[in-house]
Each structure stands twice: as C-alpha cells, then as structure tokens.
C-alpha cells in the first residue's frame, strides 16, 4: 500500500514564501492525479493548485501568480511554492494523489502541514 508525507509548513510572516512537499512511498505503480488542497478553520476543504493530468494545471484564481505546482516524477514528489504569502493563506495544506499500487488504483492524501501566515 501507499502513503503521502508532507513537509515544509510552518509560520511565516505576511510576504513571506514557503515551499510544501509530498511524496508518495510504498508500492506505488503509477500516480495518475497530483493536487494541493487547504482547509481554513471554520471553512470547506479547497482546491488549491493540482496536475488534472500530466501536461495541465490548474490554481485557484485566489493564488494565481504567487503559488507555483511542480512534481519530480522520478521521486512521486509534488511541491507547493508559495510567495507573497497572505494571512488569508493560513490553513492546514494536505497533498492528495490517485494512484495505482499493488492494492489496484486508490486515492490518498497527506497528514496535513499547517501553514500560518502572520506577523
């Protein structure tokens, strides 16, 4: 089976830049859907940047120009790069991937990295 590690989040100051990774280890055959998703509190989970397929992107309209998606295919990791950051960005930040395993094709998402932005 498959799982997701996150890592980069932390405390930022307004302005600041952050940069978030998940990678996918185990059995892992191919990844088909790489996305970055947030979640304020008291707010709905949200698309933030995602791969719908290899060679397309798409960005919520409330981070484009400041966060960049990019993945190492060879490493089944994806990055977040966030500049400019916003105390509106603060969120927990969860990486999520369909993917094929030995267990047959599933989807998976991270633990989770908080991400505050404040001064």
């Known amino acids: 089976q498959a799982r997701l590690v996150e890592s980069g989040g932390g405390l930022v100051q307004p302005g600041g830049s952050l940069r978030l990774s998940c990678t996918a280890s185990g059995s892992v055959f191919e990844i088909y859907y790489m996305g970055w998703y947030r979640q304020a509190p008291g707010k709905q989970r949200e698309l933030v940047a995602a791969?719908?397929?290899?060679?397309?992107?798409n960005y919520a309209d409330s981070v484009k120009g400041r966060f960049t998606i990019s993945r190492d295919s060879a490493k089944n990791t994806m990055y977040l790069q966030m500049n400019s950051l916003t105390p509106e960005d603060t969120a927990v930040y969860y990486c999520?991937?369909?993917?094929?395993?030995?267990?047959?094709?599933?989807?998976?998402w991270g633990q989770g990295t908080q991400v505050t932005v404040s001064s």
């Open positions: 999520n991937f369909g993917l094929s395993s030995n267990f047959g094709f599933d989807d998976y």
């Open positions: 791969f719908p397929t290899d060679n397309t992107t």
